[in-house]
């Protein structure tokens, strides 16, 4: 079964103290992968998607990477406008050649001032 | 930018009433998707919609049907609605089913049954 993990659920962070959100996949025929972000009430806002392993994605101070099992969005000295939900989707190619996407249950970051 | 609007907020309605929860799109995308969003339970297909008058099951369609009329139009319609639909919906849409575009979500509907 295709599969989207997120760790951690919950990540507490002091202004300008950088680090990582992991999201490692299980999916049989990578077609892509996303990456969200989520404010409280709001739907989901696209930030980066990747296509295969070794790229890397940019924004401000977030940079997406993507390995064969896992990507990683690194935060780079956040500020406490950058806390949010942070949600990973992986398109997987399933069988018939369709496309289905498998959502993670997202990190809930914030960042203290 | 994409915009996808859904038409209310908030929504409180009785148990057994018919639910109409409407989207537009206003960036000429091909498909169309409602999801619920449940905490710990994260996004779930409910349908999908690759083109007019087209609609797909997704992975929980039970008490749920849509309509597509318009390509820019995507209604979620609960029949009968139960207080277990008490949820988030999000409408979302994305310009093609042939390569791995993003999905563009609404702002969310927040319905609440009693």
């Known amino acids: 079964e295709d599969q989207v993990t997120q760790s951690p659920e919950a990540l507490r962070l002091q202004e300008g103290e950088s680090s990582s959100l992991n999201c490692s996949y299980t999916?049989?025929?990578?077609?892509?992968l996303f990456w969200y972000r989520q404010d409280p009430g709001k739907g989901p806002e696209f930030l980066f998607t990747?296509?295969?392993a070794g790229e890397e994605k940019e924004k401000e101070r977030l940079k997406a990477t993507l390995t064969k099992k896992e990507s990683f969005l690194h935060i780079t000295a956040p500020k406490p406008e950058d806390s949010a939900t942070y949600l990973c989707?992986?398109?997987?190619?399933?069988?018939?050649?369709?496309?289905?996407?498998?959502f993670g249950k997202g990190t809930k970051l914030t960042v203290n001032p | 930018d994409v915009k996808v609007t859904q038409s209310s907020r908030y929504l409180v309605k009785r148990t057994g009433e018919k639910v109409f929860l409407e989207c537009v799109q206003d960036?000429?995308?091909?498909?169309m998707f409602w999801y619920r969003q449940d905490p710990g339970l994260g996004l779930r297909l409910i349908y999908f919609?690759?083109?007019?008058?087209?609609?797909e099951k997704g992975d929980i369609p039970e008490g749920y049907s849509v309509s597509r009329e318009k390509k820019e139009r995507f209604s979620l319609i609960l029949e009968s609605a139960s207080t277990n639909q008490t949820s988030m919906y999000l409408c979302?849409?994305?310009?093609?089913?042939?390569?791995?575009?993003?999905?563009?979500f609404g702002n969310g509907t927040r319905l609440t049954v009693t």
């Open positions: 979302a849409s994305s310009f093609s089913a042939q390569v791995s575009s993003p999905l563009h």
């Open positions: 999916v049989s025929g990578l077609r892509g």
């Open positions: 990747l296509y295969s």
């Open positions: 989707a992986v398109q997987a190619l399933i069988q018939g050649g369709s496309e289905k996407l498998v």
């Open positions: 960036m000429d995308h091909e498909n």
């Open positions: 919609s690759y083109d007019v008058k087209m609609k």
